[in-house]
């Protein structure tokens, strides 16, 4: 009767019941950071104060912040390299590859569970892996050894049927999903893919459904582990890890959805957000600046490949400029070798180093009023560095074919892309990575560059605080907009006190300065739908918490910020009435009363002293989670345990 999802929760389950809804705890073989993200977590497990990883497995990548303008991100990569050699986590230096796609074709296992401080981390699920993504500070716990917490999800089957045509792609299905689910329609469910459409499809094309599922606010999102996972573990010659794993026949679904792979044709995101999709064929034509194919979604040897049978003795149009970024080493080796690499080259594309670059703005901004197609997972507001550019997410065959013609053109049914074909084996080489050595784990010291600065504590919510909204906040605010990332703030990322000051800016840009000039009351956030949706980035809750921020009241929130909040001690509340958040605005004093009582109860009142009107507020949480906000939070409860 077990779903996938299920029966990998139940060989992991270490507490709580697995009824929907639930908190429960589970056992994380495998973890992954990053390294925009990792200096948190490493300063966080350094606080922790074990002598070693307690995983299968850890891992820690280097894939965002290189482009080196300044000593900090180089600073940075050494202190992870210090942190992983001291702990016995395998380093990845930078060069390697994004963090998914090298995790992929190294470490992953079916049937395990991998948590990564990266909300991209569900990737894994193409190889029937539980992987999800998570907090800095709950990927440094589960290298401590502890449980990592979820809310158990509902389990959302995708029935898929038939064959996809030629032209059309895996990034399809999942833009489809997306325009059927939206960007909130995921949260607390795991995406399940079923049906005889699975077999049609190789593991790097599931990896980039399972990839964008993070769009959906999914926790996760898993494809069984079946032939085609052996033929692609193989050719990483790892078919010894492989083992086959698949929901029971009868398996019990909250819900399916059908997907009829024959009937699919290209789809787009459109400005600026991954669920607002539509055909290609309903815009085609449209002139574009620039041809953007890479990051963690679409990187793939296939992916490549495809996209190289269209370039091939082709030219780039001359209003676009296109850019490639190979996924891993082994992938760009593997283009170098089989002549992939001078098509692109002869094409006239930009090549890139493997790493997440312009997908996270580290470089290759889009010009004033730009329209970008990106391969990518994410077109939030201001992202890629262009507040004024227009982004597009599509597949790298779109993305090939309009490169050409420098409008935006339909790939269904070209024959160029017939008879791509993947190699039996790559070749895989380790040497970039640095294994865990005894002699090093417990006896490298940390190495801290100046930009390194300490982890702001979370405090217990207090009995009772007067608060005033610093921020009125609309639907669906990402945590790009919460604690923006681009090249200039990148470099930031273990420095909160400079991140602050751009906390909420691309929203309201004097957020940062009304929390400071805030001395009589705390700033509390008011939001709609689907608050902190996006990425994991604790830094999104870090620099609200040193700004001061004891609550925040929206309609709903996304799954990864809401924990992020709860491990600062910052409340999540929710509107019990959602037509509520019309009455507020800026500068509204807010008194919260006999607070610990309440969040026990779950329910908040708190009373508006400038309307005059009191109003209920409601507490999602678990046991564990309402004894975090009482100890004020994670790594303070976990410090006060000692
Ligand atoms: C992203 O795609 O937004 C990131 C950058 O990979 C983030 C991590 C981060 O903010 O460092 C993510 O997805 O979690
Ligand atoms: Fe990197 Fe972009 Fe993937 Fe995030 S979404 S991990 S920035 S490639």
New binding site residues.
């Given amino acids: 009767m077990p779903t996938l999802t299920e029966k990998i929760i139940a060989a992991h389950l270490t507490d709580g019941e697995m009824v929907p809804g639930n908190e429960i705890g589970i056992r994380i073989d495998q973890t992954l950071t990053?390294d925009?993200?990792g200096t948190m977590a490493y300063l966080e497990l350094e606080a922790m104060g074990i002598d070693r990883v307690k995983t299968e497995r850890s891992v820690a990548y280097i894939d965002?912040n290189m482009l080196q303008s300044g000593p900090e991100n180089f600073d940075d990569h050494l202190f992870i390299q210090s942190a992983a050699e001291n702990f016995g986590i395998t380093y990845s230096r930078p060069g390697n590859g994004i963090c998914h796609q090298v995790h992929l074709e190294n470490f992953g296992i079916p049937g395990k569970t991998l948590i990564g401080?990266?909300?991209?981390t569900p990737t894994g699920g193409g190889l029937g892996m539980l992987a999800i993504?998570a907090g800095g500070v709950d990927v440094a716990a589960a290298m401590a050894g502890r449980s990592y917490y979820i809310t158990m999800p509902e389990v959302i089957e995708v029935r898929l049927t038939g064959k996809l045509r030629t032209g059309v792609s895996a990034k399809d299905i999942i833009l489809y999903v997306l325009q059927q689910e939206t960007v909130k329609g995921g949260v607390n469910k795991v995406y399940e893919y079923t049906g005889d459409g699975v077999a049609t499809l190789s593991v790097p094309e599931r990896a980039t459904i399972t990839n964008m599922g993070?769009e959906l606010g999914a926790t996760s999102s898993v494809f069984p582990s079946d032939d085609r996972t052996k033929v692609y573990m193989e050719s990483m010659n790892r078919g010894d890890q492989w083992l086959p794993l698949a929901a029971d026949d009868d398996a019990v679904y909250k819900k399916t959805v059908h997907v009829d792979l024959s009937s699919l044709e290209p789809m787009t995101a459109c400005p600026h957000s991954p669920d607002k999709v539509v055909s290609v064929a309903s815009i085609e034509g449209m002139k574009i600046n620039q041809v953007a194919i890479g990051s963690c979604t679409n990187s793939s040897y296939l992916d490549l490949a495809r996209c190289a049978a269209v370039l091939r003795g082709q030219k780039v149009a001359e209003n676009v400029s296109l850019v490639i970024s190979p996924g891993s080493r082994t992938i760009l080796k593997q283009m170098a070798s089989d002549g992939i690499l001078s098509v692109f080259l002869e094409a006239g594309a930009r090549i890139l180093e493997c790493g997440?670059g312009p997908?996270?703005g580290m470089g290759q901004a889009p010009n004033t009023d730009g329209v970008s197609l990106r391969t990518f997972?994410?077109n939030f507001f201001g992202r890629s560095g262009t507040k004024s550019a227009s982004v597009y997410l599509v597949s790298p065959e779109t993305a090939a074919v309009s490169a050409i013609t420098g409008v935006l053109t339909n790939p269904a049914g070209n024959a160029l892309l017939n008879d791509v074909t993947v190699p039996e084996t790559y070749d895989r080489d380790d040497h970039l990575f640095i294994f865990p050595s005894d002699e090093k784990i417990g006896h490298t010291p940390l190495v801290k560059g100046p930009n390194i600065k300490g982890v702001p504590m979370g405090h217990p919510v207090p009995e009772t605080f007067t608060g005033k909204v610093a921020a009125y906040l609309e639907d669906n605010i990402t945590?790009?907009h919460i604690m923006p990332?681009n090249a200039s703030l990148l470099p930031y990322?273990s420095n909160i006190p400079h991140l602050a000051n751009y906390c909420l800016t691309p929203s309201d840009a004097d957020f940062p300065k009304r929390c400071q000039e805030m001395t009589d009351a705390a700033p509390v956030i008011v939001a709609g739908e689907n608050y902190g949706q996006?990425?994991?980035?604790e830094?999104a809750a870090l620099a609200p918490l040193y700004l001061g921020v004891k609550a925040v009241i929206a309609k709903s929130f996304a799954r990864i910020h809401k924990a992020n909040l709860i491990n600062n001690a910052i409340l999540p509340l929710t509107f019990k009435n959602p037509a509520d958040y019309d009455d507020f605005s800026i500068g509204d004093v807010l008194v919260f009363d006999n607070l610990p009582a309440e969040v026990k109860a779950r329910a908040v009142t708190v009373k508006n002293e400038t309307t005059g009107k009191t109003y209920a507020l409601e507490l999602e949480l678990g046991e564990r989670q309402e004894r975090l906000l009482l100890e004020g939070g994670l790594l303070t409860s976990i410090k006060n345990e000692k």
């Fill in positions: 990053q925009s993200t965002h401080s990266d909300s991209h993504g993070a997440c997908c996270i997972n994410r945590t790009d990332s990322r996006g990425s994991s980035r830094h």
